[in-house]
């Protein structure tokens, strides 16, 4: 039996028999949708901690939905509570003056995006817009704008997080500064952020951004390698670059190039010359709104297939990384055809001047001078989907494995790849599934927070010493 709704709660308690119920549990992954026994729509803190308190009482684990865009589950709940912020948490209030943006934890970036620039005003977020803001800021996050604002996490400002006894409490350089310190990159470990703070940039009306496309092939990807390193090297910091290695709708291997540049299209064909020399099959750049530049890849992404991702970091684009994934993407046609699978290897080029200015402990994310790779599977039918995840799984294993041994500068032992691409074998279903998996969670948790890790579970055991949070890279609190 569900639990009851707690009397004083003011939003919506979905059981498995409501209407609304099936759309609740969805999520944007097929496969991380799990059944709930209940899932609370908060409107106001209050309803948070609520919702917390009844969940606690009633021995459920807890789980908090923002954008809903985790493949490994961490926003779902098999048998216990959800809280879903997504409802009536989404707003987006600017304040021009401090140049700040109110985010309700709910929010997705094309909220923040769009109101934002109704001001003229934008900040570092998600370069796909129906991504959550609460999930990926939590994580680190880094979009088009970090080669000139850093991380996500360097643009926020304050939080409002209702904790795991329920209390509501500010988070920023003045207020209880070890949370501050610890929300920013440690994902869902600390509470529930129903409101975010971020800071604003001003923002040119329009931007230079679209696709080039190559021909999948090993020679053409190695010229095309020589340019991206040159640009690499370079590190502009009003531009960057996302990499995919993946089929074209002809199902043939390709090469496509997102490109961003901060200013207009006349300057930015200058900066990208190189590219457009190339030749390539394909050019969608163009001079867009600045709003619109983070919808350019929706298309490719949409809700409701199944995907399974994992990450890992190179410490710089290189040929000898890319080419066996090209290779292994073409030489595997028949496995992509027959499990009806796109497998695509994104390559994140964000210029590291900004993100690497700061000290490396200013926040719990572990900052370093790498590159993020996503190893991304996604196909839509439903049958077999267990045999398919399955192969799936193990397909990109190999490539990541693949990718890792290419590169002699990234720590092989601990390259766990960007936290907010955890696979589905890190996030724990459960309390239990953190508890009893302790040791194994423990060394992948010291794996992303490295040296941070000894601090994290000390600030754990002062706000959560009972696990009540526990689906992302799991902190323990630190024993006494
Ligand atoms: C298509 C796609 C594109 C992406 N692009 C980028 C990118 O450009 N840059 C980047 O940095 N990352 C990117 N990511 C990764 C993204 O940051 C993570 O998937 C992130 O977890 C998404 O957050 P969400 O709120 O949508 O997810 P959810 O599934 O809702 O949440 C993910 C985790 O965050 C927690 N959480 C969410 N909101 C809150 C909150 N308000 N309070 C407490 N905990 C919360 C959840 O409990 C869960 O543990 C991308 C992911 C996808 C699928």
Excluded at 263 to 286: A, I, N, Q, W, Y
Aim: charge should be negative.
């Amino acid at each position: 039996m569900p639990p009851d709704c707690p009397a004083s709660f003011g939003g919506d308690w979905l059981s498995p028999t409501d209407p609304s119920y099936a759309s609740a549990i969805s999520r944007w992954a097929k496969n991380a949708e799990r059944r709930a026994a209940v899932v609370s729509c908060p409107r106001t803190p209050e309803d948070v901690a609520a919702t917390i308190k009844c969940a606690r009482a009633h021995g459920l684990p807890l789980a908090v939905r923002g954008g809903g865009h985790s493949t490994a589950g961490a926003s779902s709940s098999a048998g216990g509570v959800v809280i879903d912020l997504s409802v009536y948490m989404r707003h987006v209030r600017v304040d021009t003056d401090a140049k700040l943006a109110y985010v309700g934890g709910g929010a997705v970036w094309k909220d923040v995006d769009e109101e934002g620039m109704k001001y003229g005003l934008a900040t570092v977020g998600g370069t796909v817009n129906h991504t959550g803001v609460g999930g990926l800021v939590l994580g680190g996050g880094f979009g088009h704008l970090s080669g000139e604002y850093g991380f996500a996490v360097d643009n926020l400002h304050a939080a409002t997080i209702v904790t795991a006894s329920g209390e509501t409490v500010r988070a920023s350089a003045e207020d209880n500064p070890d949370l501050f310190w610890a929300i920013r990159g440690s994902g869902c470990n600390f509470g529930v952020v129903t409101e975010f703070q971020l800071r604003m940039h001003r923002q040119r009306r329009t931007v230079f951004a679209g696709v080039v496309v190559y021909p999948g092939t090993v020679e053409v990807l190695e010229k095309v390698m020589q340019v991206v390193e040159g640009w690499w090297r370079a590190s502009p910091e009003r531009e960057s670059i996302i990499q995919f290695l993946t089929l074209g709708p002809d199902g043939k291997p390709a090469c496509v190039l997102a490109l961003f540049w901060n200013g207009s299209e006349e300057e930015g064909r200058v900066h990208f010359k190189p590219f457009f020399d190339l030749g390539p099959v394909m050019d969608t750049c163009t001079e867009i709104p600045y709003e619109q530049l983070n919808g350019l890849q929706n298309a490719q992404v949409p809700h409701g297939q199944h995907y399974y991702m994992k990450g890992a970091f190179v410490s710089a684009p290189a040929f000898r990384s890319a080419s066996p994934i090209l290779s292994y993407i073409t030489s595997n046609l028949d496995t992509w055809k027959e499990l009806g699978v796109t497998p695509t290897l994104a390559f994140e080029y964000i210029p590291l001047g900004k993100t690497m200015s700061v000290p490396l402990d200013t926040t719990a994310y572990m900052r370093a001078p790498v590159v993020s790779t996503l190893c991304m599977m996604a196909w839509r039918d439903d049958d077999e989907a267990e045999r398919k995840l399955e192969k799936v799984r193990a397909i990109a294993n190999v490539l990541v494995q693949t990718l890792v041994e290419s590169d002699a500068g990234v720590d092989k032992g601990t390259n766990t790849g960007y936290g907010n691409y955890l696979s589905e074998e890190v996030a724990a279903d459960d309390v239990t599934a953190a508890v009893t998996g302790e040791k194994e969670k423990a060394d992948k948790s010291l794996a992303l927070f490295g040296k941070h890790y000894p601090r994290l579970r000390e600030i754990k055991r002062k706000w959560d010493p009972e696990l009540v949070w526990n689906k992302w890279y799991v902190v323990l609190p630190a024993t006494a």
